[in-house]
């Protein structure tokens, strides 16, 4: 399984990207997206996701 970015709820910060372990997480288009074939949801390298700790807007990286 992998995470996503609820897009509506996004300020595009940015934060997340900077974070990621995995490299998953890009601007694309208009938004920030989570590749879900890079996420490895932190497995192995975190206790927590990334971008779920450094996200300042609640539920807004969730499994997808
Ligand atoms: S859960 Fe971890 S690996 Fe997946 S997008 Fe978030 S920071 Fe990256
Ligand atoms: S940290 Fe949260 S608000 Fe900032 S770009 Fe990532 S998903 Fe969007």
Known sequence: MAFKI???Q???CGACEFECPSEAIKF???AYVIDPNK???CK???DT?????VC???????PA
Request: glycine share 4%; hydrophobic share 25%; aromatic share 4%.
């Open 6 to 8: 609820i897009a509506s």
């Open 39 to 41: 996420c490895t949801e």
């Open 28 to 30: 694309k288009g208009d």
């Open 44 to 46: 192995e390298a975190f």
């Open 56 to 62: 300042p807007v609640s539920k807004t990286c969730v």
């Open 49 to 53: 996701q990334q971008c779920v700790s």
């Open 10 to 12: 996004c300020t595009q």
